[in-house]
Structure formats: structure tokens, C-alpha cells
Nanobody
């Protein structure tokens, strides 16, 4: 299983970024996907999640109305569109999935991509 994030960078407050997470090594279309983030000195937090079919999403209160999670099951990729970015959105963003195969449950993480919101 591999999760590879991309799309991070430096952006001014009010700007936008789109993160991508390319998945491989499992049947992508059958598992939910999530984006987490870890800001300096803070605990890791769930940012957004999406169901396997893409018909159900959840968001942290802090990003509702600004971030949108989506997925392309044909290309095994999940996205996080981030608009109206704020300095407090600065963090390393991680893609995550939990695979259940038989009775085995395993959590997989990407390497993370840095997002810095600063003027």
C-alpha cells in the first residue's frame, strides 16, 4: 500500500491550494479516505473524510465551507481543495486510509505534504 501526497506549498492568506493523494496497492474504490493535518506543537487532527463511493463527506468545523474533499476512483486519487486559507491552516497534511481485510485492520499514512499560509 502506498499513499503519496502532493500539492503543498507556500500560499498567502486568502489563497487556495489543491492537495492530491495518489493511492496504490489496494482496491481504492472500496475504502474510505481521509485527510489529517498536524500543526507545529499540536496534535494531529482529522480535516476531512470521504466514503468509498464519494457520496458522503465529513469535515472538521474549522474547515467547513472552505475545504472540499473529493475522489477519482478511476485514477485512485483523493483530493483536498483548500480555499480561503488562513495562517492557522499551516500544517503538514497527511492522507490516510484504514483497510479491513478479513479480520485484519491496518492504518496507512502518506509521507505528508507541507502547507504554509503566510504573507
Amino acid at each position: 500500500v502506498q499513499l503519496v501526497e502532493s500539492g503543498g506549498g507556500l500560499v498567502q492568506p486568502g489563497g487556495s491550494l489543491r492537495l492530491s493523494c495518489a493511492a496504490s496497492g489496494f482496491t481504492f474504490r472500496t475504502f474510505g479516505m481521509r485527510w489529517y493535518r498536524r500543526a507545529p506543537g499540536k496534535e494531529r487532527e482529522l480535516v476531512a473524510g470521504i466514503s468509498s463511493a464519494g457520496d458522503s463527506t465529513v469535515y472538521a468545523d474549522s474547515v467547513k465551507g472552505r475545504f472540499t474533499i473529493s475522489r477519482d476512483n478511476a485514477n485512485n486519487t483523493v483530493y483536498l481543495q483548500m480555499n480561503s486559507l488562513k495562517p492557522e491552516d499551516t500544517a503538514v497534511y497527511y492522507c490516510q486510509t484504514v483497510l479491513t481485510v478479513g479480520g485484519d485492520v491496518r492504518t496507512y499514512w502518506g509521507q505528508g505534504t507541507q502547507v504554509t499560509v503566510s504573507s
